[in-house]
Nanobody, 129 residues
Framework: EMQLVESGGGLVQAGGSLRLSCAAS????????IGWFRQAPGKEREGVSCISTSDGAHYADSVKGRFTISSDNAKNAVYLQINSLKPEDTAVFYC???????????????????????WGQGTHVTVSS
């Protein structure tokens, strides 16, 4: 069974940092583009970062300089380091995977979430002011 499991969310004060993890099982992440999306209360789900072997790492303009995506093929996991957290970062963060779509990460900010086939259950990030 192909599965993605997020972890690492929590309650943090503004200015703090979190490292979100996305552990994959049932498939090899090296063959996939793995994206991070977030959905704030009452808002649409938005893509914030993506990584793949073919595309490298990409970020939405709104998070550049604060978010860093990385992957560890040995652990079959992808990570999202979030620094200088702001209250507006409060959201459920999801990781998602899609195979065989070169270039998808370059459009993470605008791609529809339906493009990604496999989704985790999400991890909550709450930033207090």
């Amino acid at each position: 069974e192909m599965q993605l499991v997020e972890s690492g969310g929590g309650l943090v004060q503004a200015g703090g940092s979190l490292r979100l993890s996305c552990a994959a099982s049932g498939f090899i992440i090296d063959d996939y583009a793995i994206g991070w999306f977030r959905q704030a209360p009452g808002k649409e789900r938005e893509g914030v970062s993506c990584i793949s072997t073919s595309d490298g790492a990409h970020y939405a303009d709104s998070v550049k300089g604060r978010f860093t995506i990385s992957s560890d093929n040995a652990k079959n996991a992808v990570y999202l380091q979030i620094n200088s957290l702001k209250p507006e970062d409060t959201a459920v963060f999801y990781c998602a995977g899609v195979k065989g779509l070169e270039g998808v990460c370059e459009y993470i900010e605008t791609v529809t979430h339906a493009t990604f086939r496999y989704w985790g259950q999400g991890t909550h990030v709450t930033v207090s002011s």
